[in-house]
């Protein structure tokens, strides 16, 4: 899987929770705010709207925050005024890195996530300087232990998707931009349970990464990046092979 999986893998065993309950809302309601200023507050008519906030309920997120954040973005109730901007750049040993932000302060934004890759022996580069490395997808998750491969294929394959294949207990169901929600949608009328559903940044190849000082290196960039309160995701490109990443839990 890619390397934001293997990292979450790492931080899982290492017992530190992906992300604090109070930050983890704050980045659901910046979506759900942002989605329903460009497209509206209506879910039924607004995609992104519609998928935020069923990610916003998948992590048991209270409705009066779901409906406050929509709110917010038609203007219903004052609220700060969110910009997207997208970051792009290097981490130790070649690697690329993506950073999607949401800011009130797009100059305080980018000097912050600048200082974060240079302390960290990284480099942020410009506008498709690593963006070509990646394709825009949807990504979805079902548990294999909740639905057989066929059912998930003859769910999903018709509908649009590009691939599915099975990796560590689940079904990897990857889309087309343009055919992600009629994939969910066909997975929810099969009454197929998914894990999670969301549009992300994969690479088309991995940077291989096998000396370990440098493997700490980009997973300590990769951390600090993604704990900055402007930052959505992080998507980065490394292969890390399973025994570095045991080691650097162990530490």
Known sequence: MSGHSHWAKVKHVKGVVDARRGKLFSRLSKEITIAAKLGGGDPNFNPRLRQAIQTARDESMPMDNIDRAVKKGTGEIAGVNYEEITYEGFAPGGVAIIVEATTDNKNRAAAEIRSIFTKNNGNMGGAGSVSWMFHRKGLILVDSAKASEDDVINATLDAGAE???????????????????AVCASLKKANIATESSKLTFLAENQTPVTDLGTAQQVLRLYEALDDHDDVQNVYANFDIPSEILSKISES
């Open 163 to 181: 691939d599915v294949r099975q990796v560590e207990g689940f079904f990897e169901i990857v889309t087309p931009v343009d055919k992600f929600d």
